[in-house]
Every structure is written in structure tokens, then in C-alpha cells.
């Protein structure tokens, strides 16, 4: 009984949080980090971090693969075009960040000079071509750093005729309208053998109840949650159906490995009350984030 009505409450203060949720994405633009950017050495040590851990998981997967003269695509980079910046430095040739949102357009001045101290100070790299390049995206102009915002997110035009060696993501998938025309465009976009190397976050995205039942969204009907949905509303796309989609469109050698995961108890206690869809074993709800590596054919 008490599990009965442990659950009833999730479900019930879920609705609650996706009304929440969709009311916060009419009535204020949309915002990527949970964080303000204002908060200047956070942002910085944030993209950092993302674009280490991409690193560090390329070098798991192809530990022969070099970032070097590579044309780097980046999806849904967010706030800012840190992570960017920071690839170029060790040697990227061109890096593309495509997204939905124009979101770092009008990031402050501040950051970008903080961050070229950081990258000075910590890294040692002598930052003049990079502050020429971030100049030149600022006027819309494409040279190594790109940042092309599209409503369509179509990314055949986002990167034009350019072929792209590696794709890195982190915590956009999950966000995507339509996920399999997405795989299907970069797919498009890539030369044959280029890597794929992205973090997905599958868990609901409000605070608070996201440490309390991780798996809320996927308790409700298509209907009920479509009610509350909104461009970048988390799509409920499972491991199993990126794999799927991956593999229709050329990608082999596909790794996909957990990073955070629901342990045993919790999932157990919550497992019989999601939606039927999101129940059998395929789905591997104890995966709350996971890593995605691939290479194309
Ligand atoms: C949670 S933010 C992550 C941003 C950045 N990668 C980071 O780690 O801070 C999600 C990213 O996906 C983009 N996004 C949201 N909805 C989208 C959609 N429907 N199609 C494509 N991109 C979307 C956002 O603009 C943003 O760049």
C-alpha cells in the first residue's frame, strides 16, 4: 500500500513539474545551464570539464585517434562557445556548433576574456588567433569557429559542404524534436570513418523531483506527456533506439555504456509504475546517463 501511494505521489507531483516546466519555456527564454552565466569561473570550469570528458572518452574508444587538423561538429553547445575555443587550442582545425537556440550570440564579453586568461594562464596557449576567430564569429563571419543556430536544425545547411570528422554532444540528444531525422542529417555531414562521441542525460530534467524519481517522465501516456510538450521538452528516446537509428544510418562498432544509474532497489520500487512502453527489460530504465561512441562507415 505505502509503495502503491509513494507512487500515486510521484505521478501526481510529476504533472506538476511538466505544467512547471512548460510554463517556465513560454513565459522565459530558454536557459541550458542550471546555473546563470553570469557566474563566470563556474561556466568556465564547466565547458572545461565537458570538453575533457569528451576527450577522455574518444581516447577509450580509439585510443589512436587524434583531434589534430580535424573538423569538429558540436550539437546543442549551449551558453556559450567555450568548449569550442577550447578544442581549437589543442590543435582542432575547424570547429561547427550547431543549434536551435541562438543562445551564446550575446554571452558577455567578460566571459570570453576570463576564458582567455584561463586558457593562458592554465593551458599555455597564446590565445591571439583564437580571440581573432571568436572576433569573426561575433560578425557572423565562418572561419575556424562556427556557430550556426537554425529553428529547423537542419544540419546538412548548418555545416554546408564542409565534411565533418567528429561529432561531440553533451546533454543535447536528449532534447532533440526529432531524433532520427538529427541522425540522419549528420550522418549526411560526416566523411566515412568519422567518430561520434556524446553524453546524453535521459532522466526527467526538473530539479527536485529528478533526485527523487529520476524516471518521472516516463510514467506518463504519449498523450498525457505530449500535453505538456515543448521544443525542448526531454524526448524519451531509450539507449536502444539511438543504437537502432545509429545503425540505419552507418554507424558501427556503436558502444553505448552507462554513466549514472538507478540502483536496484529504487528501480524496482518504481519500475511497475511507469508507462507499459517504458516497462520491459529493452529499455534499461536503471540507465540515467549514458555515453554514446560510434564509428562511420
Ligand atoms: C541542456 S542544454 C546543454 C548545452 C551544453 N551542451 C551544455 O552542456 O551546457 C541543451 C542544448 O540542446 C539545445 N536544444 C534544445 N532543444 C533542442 C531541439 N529541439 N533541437 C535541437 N537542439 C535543442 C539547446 O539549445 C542547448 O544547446
Not at 39 to 58: G, M, N, P, Q, S
Amino acid at each position: 500500500m505505502k509503495k502503491f501511494l509513494i507512487n500515486e505521489f510521484y505521478f501526481c507531483a510529476g504533472i506538476l513539474f511538466l505544467l512547471l516546466a512548460k510554463i517556465k519555456s513560454k513565459a522565459l527564454r530558454y536557459s541550458p545551464k542550471a546555473f546563470s552565466t553570469a557566474e563566470i569561473e563556474r561556466c568556465i570550469e564547466y565547458d572545461i570539464h565537458v570538453a575533457d570528458d569528451w576527450l577522455k572518452h574518444l581516447k577509450e574508444y580509439a585510443s589512436d585517434y587524434t583531434i589534430q587538423d580535424k573538423h569538429v561538429l558540436e550539437l546543442g553547445p549551449g551558453s556559450d562557445l567555450g568548449a569550442g575555443l577550447y578544442l581549437l587550442s589543442k590543435s582542432v582545425k575547424k570547429y561547427t556548433a550547431a543549434d536551435v537556440y541562438d543562445l551564446a550570440s550575446d554571452v558577455s564579453p567578460d566571459f570570453y576574456r576570463a576564458f582567455f586568461t584561463y586558457l593562458r594562464e592554465k593551458e599555455q596557449v597564446h590565445t591571439d588567433l583564437l580571440e581573432e576567430e571568436l572576433l569573426k564569429t561575433r560578425h557572423r563571419q565562418n572561419g575556424r569557429l562556427n556557430y550556426e543556430c537554425r529553428s529547423d536544425f537542419n544540419l546538412v545547411e548548418a555545416v554546408g559542404g564542409d565534411k565533418v570528422d567528429l561529432i561531440f554532444s553533451n546533454a543535447a540528444f536528449e532534447h532533440f524534436s526529432d531524433f532520427r531525422k538529427t541522425i540522419q542529417d549528420m550522418s549526411r555531414v560526416v566523411a566515412s570513418g568519422s567518430l561520434l562521441v556524446v553524453s546524453i542525460d535521459l532522466q526527467t530534467h526538473s530539479r527536485w523531483i529528478r533526485d527523487k524519481d529520476p524516471n518521472n517522465i516516463y510514467r506518463y501516456s504519449d498523450r498525457l506527456y505530449k500535453l505538456f510538450n515543448f521544443q525542448s521538452s526531454p524526448n524519451r528516446v531509450r539507449p536502444w533506439q539511438y543504437r537502432e537509428a545509429l545503425e540505419q544510418n552507418g554507424w558501427k562498432n556503436i558502444v553505448i555504456q552507462p554513466e549514472m544509474r538507478l540502483d536496484d532497489r529504487r528501480l524496482n520500487y518504481f519500475q511497475d509504475y511507469l508507462n507499459p512502453d517504458f516497462r520491459d527489460a529493452v529499455n534499461q530504465m536503471n540507465y540515467l546517463t549514458v555515453w554514446i561512441c560510434a564509428a562511420k562507415q
